[in-house]
């Protein structure tokens, strides 16, 4: 488990509501959220509407730290 990723998706669960809510903002039943936490990854395609719903308090960064540049190269430049 990487602490990182499951700070930021609790993170993001406590500003939607819960992890149902962070769920349901991708889409998805609440099992996936408890997935990501145990295995440290949450899918590339759902790392910017989490940014987004959060106001960028968690960020494709926090939630994607080993791989982000690849994925958001732009985000690389900027930094």
Known sequence: MNEEVSSAIKAASDILGN???LAALC??????V???KRSGEVPA???KAIERATGGLV?????RPND???????LAEAA
Do not use: N, S, V
């Open 59 to 63: 960020t494709c960064k926090q939630l």
């Open 68 to 74: 982000w540049d690849r994925y958001w190269p732009e």
């Open 19 to 21: 992890q149902a809510a």
């Open 45 to 47: 395609e759902h790392c």
């Open 27 to 32: 889409g998805l039943q609440k099992a996936a």
């Open 34 to 36: 408890t997935h990501w």
